[in-house]
């Protein structure tokens, strides 16, 4: 079945707040458990060790919802060492209020690691130069624009993004669409509907690939947790580190 995109309630100007907050804390809890986190933190497990030490290195989160993201990859890299510094946009104002109060809720050193700013993913080149940081991530977002936004989306994360993408999305599969059903039992309504649309909206490897070759993403691979029903298309670019 091809993608079929729906409008999700919470990325409505007028969702009310205490709804929009059901559905961060939903994508916190699968980000949390089924690997949305994990994804990012193993590419960047793979590529830490080029990082160079006398700088911090730098990520854009695009559409970062809650943060949650953001701070459990600033979380790691401070256990390991590493300034990972991370810029998080999103462009719901009201996302972004709920973004800034859980990370309010985390310790200082993580804290000052994560900035976020009110930004539109197709507009990124508005308020950022070509290579303004070294990686660009974007997590169960992608589905949620039709496909020419995709391309605009992912080629803006490339240009922006000197080392290396990672696309961390959903998969759309018959298994995907019976374990949602399953996931969000008894949820709030906002929840099973943007859950299950979601899912309808994702992206089966072939389509993935085929997006990433389009934009120029040919350093990168697909990688799917099957279990989870998500993928990671992600690479680093050739000497990613061999130049300033």
Do not use: K
């Not at 830490?48 to 290195?57: E, F, K, L, Q, Y």
């Not at 994560?114 to 539109?120: A, H, N, P, Q």
């Not at 298994?175 to 996931?183: D, K, N, S």
């Amino acid at each position: 079945m091809p993608r079929v995109r729906t409008p999700e309630l919470m990325d409505a100007p007028g969702v009310r707040r205490d709804e929009l907050d059901s559905a961060l804390r939903f994508i916190r809890f699968v980000n949390r458990r089924l690997g949305g986190s994990r994804a990012l933190i193993a590419c960047l497990s793979r590529w830490c060790t080029r990082w160079p030490t006398d700088r911090p290195v730098t990520l854009l989160d695009v559409a970062t919802g809650s943060a949650d993201i953001p701070i459990a990859a600033r979380a790691w890299a401070l256990s390991r060492g590493y300034d990972l510094r991370i810029t998080a946009i999103d462009a719901h104002e009201t996302t972004l209020e709920l973004a800034r109060e859980h990370l309010s809720r985390q310790p200082a050193p993580i804290r000052e690691g994560v900035t976020l700013e009110l930004r539109d993913a197709l507009r990124l080149t508005d308020h950022y130069a070509p290579g303004s940081f070294d990686y660009a991530h974007a997590g169960m977002f992608l589905h949620h624009l039709d496909d020419l936004e995709v391309l605009t989306a992912l080629r803006i994360m490339d240009r922006l993004a000197s080392r290396g993408v990672v696309w961390n999305d959903l998969a759309r599969s018959p298994f995907a669409r019976v374990g949602v059903r399953a996931l969000t039992l008894g949820a709030p309504p906002i929840v099973r509907h943007d859950a299950r649309v979601s899912v309808e909206a994702g992206f089966t490897r072939a389509e993935a690939l085929d997006i990433a070759r389009r934009v120029g993403l040919a350093y990168c691979t697909h990688r799917l947790m099957f279990f989870a029903q998500r993928f990671v298309v992600s690479g680093e670019r050739q000497g990613a580190w061999s130049l300033p």
